[in-house]
């Protein structure tokens, strides 16, 4: 046998030896993941008594709370929650109303979210999650068996910051299809939050679907902004200098009437003019709402300042910036043809400068309404605000 035939064999047999040694590594079974019970766990269980429980893996912890927005509204609990010999956290809070709420979870100290659950509220510093107990009271915002609109995150360029910004759109069922045109709502969110907010713990897509296919709501698109705009800065230990906010409080209403508005009545099928256009906002929103207004009551024609006002002890100056509006009745009334103020009887943020509002209004023989609710600061009332609210838009009698 050559030479050359020896290495030949060699060859082969190198490269037999080598495919069964991989053949054989394949063959062994692979070393096992130890189960936990972090595999079954299942985070948040709504009860069919509207009881909540929920439940973390979280074995080496010492301590474990949860907070939500029932509690400010005094229905239910958190609080700690209790470790089984397997190092599963757990708490059991209500029954709850049926409703949709947010909750987050602390873990010794550290805000986290709930890892078994993907649905979440963003809002520019934090992120919370979201539950949905059902009931007959949660039905205005459920999702049913009716036609759906559709939410979309459109991008715009804003000449104001000049950046592009991010909006959410809400088109009702019928809107690609269709030739017709429709009316207008610029519904604002509140401080700490974003532009998605209406349309996930706000509830607006579900909300408007339901109303549409009832008939209680005209088909409308939903123009949700983002309205958290870079703050001016400020000297630690030194007062806010009033031309720099000044200038920031009109940013928005900048943004709005100079980008948004134009951006919108150029790109879709919408009515324009005062009275296809509505405009309401929550806490932060309903400020930059009534800034928006008193500045161009021309614009919007249904108007909706919800857990907002004006602090009793700052009178005198928002009388002082908005005199033009505020002595100007006639014209006013001609132009709006729904001003509603909303807010809860135990918001303490907002029910005194609420009532105020509505006082300065009255004063000066504005056309209004004062709503007062139960509850506080909270998407709780923020949801029923705009269910209720929606349903009178665009309406023939207007008011």
């Not at 715009?156 to 088109?171: A, P």
Request: hydrophobic fraction near 40%; aromatic fraction near 10%; charge should be positive.
């Amino acid at each position: 046998m050559s030479k050359r035939l020896n290495r030949i064999l060699c060859a082969a047999g190198m490269i037999l030896l080598t495919l069964s040694c991989i053949s054989s590594a394949y063959a062994q079974p692979a070393q096992q993941r130890q189960p936990t019970p972090n595999d079954t766990l299942k985070s948040p269980e709504v009860l069919s008594d509207g009881r909540v429980v929920f439940r973390i893996y979280a074995p080496k912890a010492s301590e474990v709370t949860v907070g939500g927005d029932w509690i400010p509204q005094g229905l239910g609990t958190g609080g700690k929650l209790t470790k089984d010999d397997k190092g599963v956290w757990s708490i059991t809070v209500g029954p709850l109303p049926a409703d949709f709420y947010s909750y987050t979870l602390t873990v010794d100290g550290v805000r986290t979210l709930d890892p078994k659950n993907a649905m979440i509220k963003q809002g520019v510093n934090s992120v919370d999650n979201m539950v949905f107990v059902p009931g007959t009271a949660a039905a205005f915002q459920d999702s049913k068996a009716v036609p759906h609109g559709e939410i979309r995150k459109v991008w715009y360029k804003s000449s104001t910051m000049n950046e592009e910004r991010r909006l959410h759109v809400y088109f009702p069922p019928g809107y690609d299809t269709a030739k017709n045109k429709y009316p207008v709502f610029y519904l604002l969110h509140g401080g700490g939050d974003e532009d998605s907010g209406w349309s996930t713990i706000g509830r607006a897509g579900f909300i408007l679907d339901n109303l549409i296919a009832a008939g209680k709501a005209k088909p409308m698109l939903v123009v949700m902004p983002n309205g958290s705009l870079p703050r001016p800065p400020v000297v630690p230990g030194a007062p806010p200098d009033p031309a720099a906010m000044a200038a920031f409080q009109d940013r928005f209403t900048n943004e709005l009437l100079k980008d948004v508005v134009p951006f919108v009545e150029k790109t879709y099928r919408v009515l324009p003019g005062n009275t296809n256009r509505a405009i309401a906002g929550l806490s932060m929103g309903g400020g930059q709402t009534m800034r928006v207004v008193a500045s161009n009551p021309d614009q919007f024609a249904y108007v909706g300042v919800w857990s907002m006002g004006v602090n009793p002890q700052t009178t005198a100056d928002f009388e002082q910036r908005n005199s033009v509006f505020l002595n100007s009745a006639d014209k006013v009334n001609k132009q709006i043809k729904l001003f509603e103020i909303t807010c809860g009887d135990k918001d303490t943020l907002a029910f005194a400068g609420s009532k105020n509002l509505a006082e300065i209004l009255k004063k000066r023989n504005i056309n209004h309404k004062l709503n007062i609710s139960a509850g506080g600061h909270t998407w709780i009332n923020w949801r029923i605000y705009l269910n209720d609210y929606a349903q009178k838009l665009f309406q023939a009698t207007g008011k």
